[in-house]
């Protein structure tokens, strides 16, 4: 910036090189600028009057050097004759406007006409200058368009700043967002699962006090049967024990879908085909597809036909004290809440048997609790405890 008098030093001007005192760099406009024309005489006034007055000063013979400087270095304020050597400046600096972001142009022209004003309106420019004006004149027109750009440029960066922090802060509050919507899944997966965990206890703890209180085979496969089916709904459902031979018998049974006059024959026979296939399935095996059932069941899937199944084997100390087979219609399948709860039942149900076995076997030695002879003095062999429930 340059003080015109001493007496006025907020009057900012340009001035030209006759007669004009020289200012510090420190004082120069901070604007850079790129002086386009094609008249040497022009580009030589200009120069001078702008020289160690701007904070960077270029100059372009014509359209195409311009449009190379561009390349280079960003401009605040491009100062482009109306005639040149290779086009309209006009044209010219609606072109260059388009080029560059935050480029601000003026136009200047000898004798200029109300045509090419409203020309230089039109493409953007902020004023159309005349060039024979005198030189304190268009130092001030130059000056005042200078300030003017370089007002834009400051629009410009602060623009471009508040945007760089509204993308943060976007970027910030999606982050937030995702977070809390992790955390609320978190949340309802847990929420969920300790509803289960407390549902699965107090299963647990309904199943636990209907089985101590039976003391008997009978009345204990009655209560379990009873129980599950109470939970899980309609199954079928067979319950096989051991016998101090190694094969299985059918213990009690639940018929839900099979014909009736067969269902006994069908469950006799799971107890002979199927259930020593399970007697170490200490986990719940789910059989949900026609592949599973034939891997599992062999020759034998064709008994439970179009099903789901579920298996466990239901022991004590390592020992298989009954077999837990469950089977129904494919299109009701099991669910994992079913699987859970067969699991508890295995658990809680072949601790109760086991106490049960100790209870009618006190006479015996305790390496022969569980598996015994049905055929015993005593009359207290599995068969004896065949139920059809």
């Not at 050097?65 to 006009?90: M, T, V």
């Not at 304190?136 to 629009?155: Q, T, V």
Request: charged share 30%.
């Amino acid at each position: 910036m340059i003080p015109g008098s001493e007496h006025n030093e907020h009057d900012t001007r340009l001035a030209g090189a006759a007669g004009a005192p020289e200012r510090d760099e420190a004082a120069a406009l901070p604007v850079r600028v790129l002086i386009v024309s094609g008249s040497g005489r022009q580009r030589v006034r200009l120069t001078r009057m702008l020289s160690r007055h701007v904070e960077a000063l270029s100059v372009a013979h014509g359209a195409e050097e311009a449009r190379e400087a561009l390349q280079e270095c960003p401009y605040d304020l491009a100062i482009i004759g109306r005639h040149q050597p290779d086009g309209c400046g006009i044209a010219l600096a609606e072109e260059l406007r388009g080029a560059c972001a935050g480029l601000e142009a003026v136009v200047i022209s000898e004798a200029p006409t109300m045509e090419e004003a409203l020309g230089a309106m039109r493409a953007g420019a902020l004023d159309l200058l005349d060039a024979l004006a005198p030189t304190r004149d268009l130092g001030d027109r130059i000056a005042a368009a200078a300030r003017r750009a370089r007002r834009s440029r400051d629009e410009n960066e602060r623009t471009r700043r508040l945007q760089r922090l509204c993308k943060r802060l976007n970027d910030a509050r999606e982050e937030v967002s995702d977070h809390v919507g992790s955390l609320c899944n978190e949340l309802t997966t847990a929420y969920q699962d300790l509803s289960a965990q407390i549902g699965d206890a107090s299963l647990a703890s309904e199943l636990n006090s209907l089985l101590r209180q039976e003391l008997d085979i009978e009345s204990l496969l009655r209560t379990l049967l009873e129980f599950m089916l109470a939970k899980m709904g309609a199954t079928n459902a067979g319950v096989f024990l051991p016998s101090s031979s190694g094969d299985f018998s059918l213990g009690a049974y639940v018929n839900h879908d099979q014909p009736r006059e067969s269902s006994e024959i069908l469950f006799d026979h799971l107890a002979d085909a199927v259930a020593p296939r399970f007697e170490d399935q200490t986990r719940v095996l789910a059989l949900d597809t026609p592949e599973l059932i034939d891997e599992h069941f062999g020759e034998d899937s064709h008994w439970i036909g179009n099903a789901n199944a579920l298996v466990v084997s239901c022991g004590s100390e390592d020992e298989c004290l009954a077999v837990l087979v469950l089977f129904r219609d494919r299109s009701h399948p099991y669910a994992d809440a079913d699987m859970r709860l067969i699991e508890m039942i295995a658990e809680q149900f072949g601790g109760q048997l086991a106490r049960v076995i100790q209870v009618h076997h006190r006479h015996l030695p305790e390496s022969e609790w569980g598996r015994f002879d049905p055929e015993d003095d005593a009359g207290e062999g599995w068969d004896d405890y065949g139920l059809a429930a």
